[in-house]
């Protein structure tokens, strides 16, 4: 399909008209494209005239130099979540965690073998056919401590090389060879790990019981989504030097890996999301779908949320307000409000997507309970369903009437007041 905004610069490269924004497009006239992907990418362009806004109105939030610069749109170029899959931004001194989403922490990786691909051509269906048992029939067995669990969300690669032992006469790790992952790991990016000074909020996330037995629902799984595990051939070799150094060889097989996050990149892209909408300035309209612009340099690209309005009248329901500084400080945050904006976000979606936001004051308690059952079970969906189904048949629940007649007890006792403190930021 032809679209009247494309004009065609070389034989790969069209430009896409854009009255701010310069905007190229990498195909040549065999890849087709649909409409809806260009409309997506024009919604999203609004969020130029934003910063210009914020420029002339509010000058100190983004400062001067910020902008996007330009935005290049590869082959794969499809109408996606949010923003276009495909879509290249080059940003300056400014991020927009929208853009992102909740697509963060996943894991992409190539394992090089020696092993021709043509031993494996009479193979094929019965791999693939145990390849669908691992990963889509619950056939994985990858014993997983606690242990190792936090050792690899701390440490990466390297953290679950050192806590092999745990497992080491069961399952999988029985084929595990320390030595020649050691070696594997001299050959990856990073030695298999991004290393940081600390884990923001997400410290009572990863840390463990420290036991070293038990499993993880999660580990070894590809996860949903656009992750997958691809068995590919090496073809041609472009660069000798570069192959010879990682191990790739014409002819033979190569593994492709693109794996979820479990669970963190939800978690990391909630937070910074909510945090955009909080700190963009009420005084300019915001940028279309939510494609907030948080600053990276300048005064205010450290700045925590200010408090909200919500928290007005508290003293009145008889609540102190004890200021604390957060000031950005990641330990200070988690130690105070660990995960708290991840948990009421969840919670306001809940009630309102779920429920509609229709519910009554005397069954807010009884939701309540739900959500945190779901939220402390939000990785661990087959432990839900048992919890559930063993409460089912073990206990006579309550008609309605004796739930609120105001006699009927829970068979477990009234729960205790909880205590509650909040900080204020």
């Not at 069961?170 to 001299?186: C, H, K, N, P, V």
């Not at 420290?210 to 949903?224: F, K, T």
């Amino acid at each position: 399909m032809k679209f009247p905004f494309l004009k065609r610069e070389a034989p790969c490269v069209s430009r896409v008209e854009h009255p701010s924004i310069d905007i190229r497009l990498f195909a040549n006239d065999d890849v087709t494209f649909e409409r809806d992907a260009f409309e997506q990418l024009f919604e999203f362009t609004d969020v130029a005239r934003a910063i210009d806004d914020l420029r002339r109105s509010e000058p100190d939030f983004l400062g001067p130099d910020a902008s996007i610069d330009r935005i290049v749109l590869t082959p794969d170029f499809h109408r996606g979540s949010g923003v276009p899959v495909g879509t290249v931004i080059a940003a300056r001194n400014l991020v927009m965690p929208q853009a992102t989403g909740n697509d963060i922490c996943c894991g992409m990786r190539l394992l090089a073998t020696d092993l021709p691909a043509e031993l494996l051509e009479p193979h094929w269906a019965e791999i693939r056919t145990r390849l669908r048992a691992i990963f889509f029939q619950g056939q994985r067995d990858i014993p997983m401590s606690p242990r190792q669990r936090e050792a690899v969300l701390r440490d990466g690669l390297p953290g679950l090389v050192e806590t092999a032992s745990d497992n080491a006469t069961r399952g999988i790790w029985t084929r595990f060879d320390a030595r020649a992952q050691r070696e594997d790991l001299s050959r990856s990016h990073g030695h298999g790990h991004l290393p940081t000074s600390r884990l923001f909020g997400f410290e009572s996330f990863v840390r463990s019981s420290g036991n070293v037995d038990g499993r993880d629902p999660q580990i070894g799984c590809v996860g949903g989504g656009n992750h997958f595990v691809e068995v590919q051939k090496v073809d041609a070799i472009l660069d000798g030097g570069a192959a010879r150094a990682w191990g790739v060889c014409r002819g033979t097989v190569a593994l492709m890996i693109h794996s979820g996050s479990v669970g963190i990149g939800h978690a990391v892209g909630g937070y910074f999301m909510d945090r955009a909408r909080q700190l963009f300035p009420k005084t300019v309209r915001a940028p279309s779908a939510g494609f907030h612009p948080l600053p990276m340099v300048g005064p205010l690209s450290a700045r925590s949320a200010a408090s909200r309005p919500s928290y007005d009248g508290l003293t009145r329901q008889g609540w102190s307000h004890d200021g604390l500084a957060l000031n950005a400080d990641a330990e200070l945050t988690n130690e105070h409000l660990p995960l708290i904006h991840l948990v009421f976000s969840n919670l306001k979606a809940w009630i309102n997507g779920t429920h509609h936001g229709r519910i009554e004051p005397k069954h807010l308690q009884a939701y309540l309970n739900e959500f945190v059952f779901r939220f402390n079970r939000r990785f661990y969906p087959m432990t839900s369903f048992n919890s559930v189904l063993g409460l089912a048949v073990r206990t006579v629940p309550p008609t309605y009437a004796r739930l609120y007649s105001g006699v009927w007890q829970h068979p477990g006792g009234p729960p205790k007041a909880p205590q509650i403190e909040i900080p204020f930021q």
